[in-house]
């Protein structure tokens, strides 16, 4: 009963299941972290990470389609700001796309040395300048994986825990979505955040 009445923020949960379907979203102190099932770059949100090659070319994985819709403005605004090192994360306007920004973010590979930390490191560091830049909503996608070959489970592990470890501090992030395109991105995700309630909501 306590979780659903709130009669302050004091006597409000860290972390709560919010109404609605509980498998899918998440109440970490003021800011909602979510699963959604689709293509990031059509989502409606203020920015989108996108998981960059070092050179910062749009030649993979979603790239091409932030090349084609976003514009020539994305990659033009690249140009000059690589090459980046492991982790290292940069923001561009995103074009012509619903979003209004690109977090463009250099991962490891799968079998990179350190690969665990390495990621984390990326995952944060989307967090931080996203926070600089006074981006309020970001959409990440299941990080290092498929391209770059980082299995679901350790994508999933990683991305939703540094995020939910983030999310406990003081931060001006309201809304964070992670999209998987279909169900075998979505499902390792979903299990991971039921974990995350459970081990963090009561």
Request: charged share 25%; proline share 4%.
């Amino acid at each position: 009963m306590a979780d659903q009445v709130k009669v302050s923020s004091e006597a409000t949960p860290a972390v709560d299941r919010t109404q609605g379907d509980a498998s899918d979203t998440l109440k970490i102190k003021k800011t909602t972290l979510r699963l959604v099932k689709g293509d990031i770059t059509v989502q409606a949100i203020e920015s989108f990470v996108y998981y960059a090659r070092p050179d910062l070319a749009l030649g993979s994985g979603f790239g091409t389609a932030i090349a084609q819709r976003g514009g020539p403005a994305v990659q033009e605004e690249l140009n000059g700001l690589g090459p980046l090192a492991t982790g290292d994360v940069v923001i561009t306007a995103a074009g012509d796309m619903k979003a209004e920004y690109i977090i463009h973010a250099v991962g490891p590979r799968f079998q990179e040395e350190d690969l665990e930390a390495k990621l984390k490191l990326t995952v944060q560091n989307c967090l931080v300048k996203a926070e600089e830049k006074g981006i309020r909503a970001i959409a990440f996608p299941p990080m290092g994986a498929g391209f770059y070959g980082v299995p679901l489970d350790l994508s999933a592990r990683i991305t939703l825990g540094v995020i939910g470890d983030y999310l406990m501090r003081q931060t001006g992030i309201t809304d964070v979505v992670v999209c998987l395109f279909d169900n075998r991105e979505y499902l390792p995700f979903q299990k991971q955040l039921a974990a995350i309630a459970a081990q963090r909501g009561r």
